[in-house]
């Protein structure tokens, strides 16, 4: 069946900071690959996607690429805000409509 | 337009009791899944409706649940007789089409279900 490994948190770092969050996964099918964030206190909203190998998704300076060789989502951002502290999701969708999650990973930034 | 909305934000109950959950999808979004989501962990799917009808209720724990989407808008989560492993936030999201990996699913707030 299809799963998401993510790793462990919480990711503790200071202000502008480089932030990678590594996601890896296994799918039936040739999944859609997605990450969403779950601020403190809001509902689960996506970050970006990518739909076929190679495909790069960014927002708000976050970005990821899907890399089907090493079946990895790799989440990145180049200076880390303490607005970005929240519970980052790396999910994918085989096709048949479900999304598998990961984990999530804490992300905790200080000024 | 608005996004997906989900009441009630917080449910206490019971053991043994009966609850319902509602979800309000985006409008004109055809497909909506629930999702379950324990403390420390990702969310879990529970259903998938395409318009009224359920396609995949495969991750449904057992027949205590059930869910219904009448008119292919509003769907209501029914949990009878709850158990304590219940307690959960229970996630709705709804997407555009359904059925195909590239759709987005748009998450709401979700509802905290306790259950003493």
């Known amino acids: 069946g299809d799963s998401v490994t993510q790793m462990e948190g919480p990711v503790t770092l200071s202000e502008e900071a480089f932030l990678t969050i590594n996601c890896t996964y296994t799918?039936?099918?040739?999944?859609?690959l997605f990450w969403y964030v779950q601020y403190p206190g809001e509902g689960l909203q996506l970050l970006l996607k990518a739909t076929k190998a190679d495909d790069k998704g960014s927002n708000k300076g976050f970005e990821a690429t899907y890399r089907k060789e090493t079946t990895s989502f790799h989440l990145e951002k180049g200076s880390v805000q303490v607005s970005d502290s929240a519970v980052y999701f790396c999910a994918l969708n085989s096709g048949y409509s479900t999304l598998t999650f990961g984990k999530g990973t804490m992300l905790l930034v200080s000024p | 337009g608005a996004g997906v909305s989900q009441t009630p934000s917080n449910k206490v109950t019971e053991k043994g009791k009966y609850v319902e959950l509602r979800c309000d999808p985006i409008s004109g979004h055809t497909a909506l899944y629930w999702y379950r989501q324990s403390l420390g962990q990702g969310p879990e799917f529970l259903i998938y409706f395409q318009g009224t009808g359920a396609a995949d209720d495969s991750g449904l724990p057992n027949d205590r649940f059930f869910a219904v989407r009448p008119e292919g808008s509003v769907s209501t989560l029914k949990i009878q007789r709850t158990e304590r492993g219940d307690s959960a936030v229970y996630l709705c999201a709804s997407s555009l089409i359904g059925g195909v990996r590239t759709d987005t699913q748009y998450f709401g707030p979700g509802t905290r279900l306790t259950v003493l």
């Open positions: 799918a039936t099918g040739y999944p859609s």
